[in-house]
């Protein structure tokens, strides 16, 4: 009974394979294998999923999502506007890391807090040939979290990969666009955002406390955004992921909603309470396939989504 156990839990062999290395039937390796069980020689315990797999598995079913990663944290850990990232920074990058990216392959950065953050981290992967450009043009803003160029020269440097700057601002002029795109160079690098392989993204949210949060350049008063819940990129949706269109939507140089959703892996960073219903817009939405959360923001997800099935 041990013998077969040990080879068959142990060494993985196949039933036959320990039938022939031991000289018996394989009907007897059954036999044994059910024997070693019945006497507690083999004890095969099954592990209840964590609370954390849990979560993660509910929220990509029920939001339709190709992954999500719920990293465990205390409801205290993170801010109600969701602005302490750190949790989230490493479980990020090991995604970006996982799609095993290429010489060649095209990385499309956002700006905002948790990129920002994700950008500025210790080297950690390694993107060696891998492209790496700004999904929206520049910002005349001091602020960190909306240096889109930046972002990416830090990401770059932090990964090995190479730059493509984008030396535009986030709003232009229809005149200024027309010209813009006539150029050969600066219109091959717009062209990159249709043939990304990944988008690496925040997810912003229009809470009364977050409105005021985001790049001057791009601030839409609340009232000229009716139904909206939150933005990837200053693309707007509602909660069940129709488009917002905002004032003057058309002078945003940056990706569009139909970039965003052919673009294979659009990972999507973001947690705290504000995020919340953004979360599930940005999913219903489509804009976004993989999301890396904490568990209080998860778990305030799927309350929500429970109460709105129950009414």
Known sequence: MYAAARLYYQDELSQQQIAD????????????????????IVRIQVVE????VTLSDELAQTLGLTRVVVVEASASRGSSTGETAEHLIEPALRELAALQLTKGNIVGVSWGNAVQRIASAPAQIDLTGVELIPVIGGMDETDPRFQTNEIVRLLA???NANVNFLHLPARVSPELRMTLLQDGAIAARLAMWDRLDVALVGIGSIKPYEIDA???????????????????????????????????EDSILGITRAQLKKTPSVIAVGAGQAKVEAIVGAARARMINI????SPTATAVIKLLRTQRTA
């Open 21 to 40: 290395r031991l000289g018996i039937s394989r009907t007897t390796v059954s036999r044994l294998l059910q024997m070693a069980r019945d006497n507690h």
């Open 214 to 248: 985001g790049p001057t350049l791009l601030r839409f008063d609340r009232e000229h955004l009716p139904g909206a819940v939150g933005d990837i990129a200053s693309r707007y949706f509602g909660f069940e992921g129709d488009p917002v269109i905002a004032p003057e």
């Open 157 to 159: 440097e932090h990964t």
């Open 291 to 294: 999301l890396v959360t904490d």
């Open 49 to 52: 999923p964590t609370d954390v």
